[in-house]
């Protein structure tokens, strides 16, 4: 079992920079690739980026590349997604997911979700 919690949320202007940090319990955090996922009101959940256990592969949705980054930190169980140049159409709920395989961009192939942080953008 993996239990995730996001953090770091909140409200900033267009052009502005937030980090979220998704921490994870359980011994075998080092072996899940983890994703970050986010939904807009009224929207569909949708991928955002990804990273691998060993942290030697990312992926990125178009929208975010380039202004978005992904690392984690196995030494202290938690992923981070560095938001720079942030627009008000990446308003949304931001969820760090966790899966026992390859990245993939897939929500439903992700086992385990944390309980989701808000990011308001305001023009």
């Known amino acids: 079992q993996v239990q995730l919690v996001e953090s770091g949320g909140g409200l900033v202007q267009a052009g502005g920079s937030l980090r979220l940090s998704c921490a994870a319990s359980g011994r075998t955090f080092s072996s899940y690739a983890m994703g970050w996922f986010r939904q807009a009101p009224g929207k569909e959940r949708e991928f955002v980026t990804a990273i691998s256990w060993s942290s030697g592969s990312t992926y990125y949705a178009d929208s975010v590349k380039g202004r978005f980054t992904i690392s984690r930190d196995n030494a202290k169980n938690t992923v981070y997604l560095q938001m720079d140049n942030l627009k008000p159409e990446d308003t949304a709920v931001y969820y760090c997911?966790?899966?026992?395989?390859?990245?993939?961009?897939?929500?439903?192939?992700?086992?385990?979700w944390g309980q989701g942080t808000q990011v308001t953008v305001s023009s």
């Open positions: 997911a966790a899966r026992r395989s390859s990245i993939v961009t897939n929500a439903v192939l992700y086992d385990y």
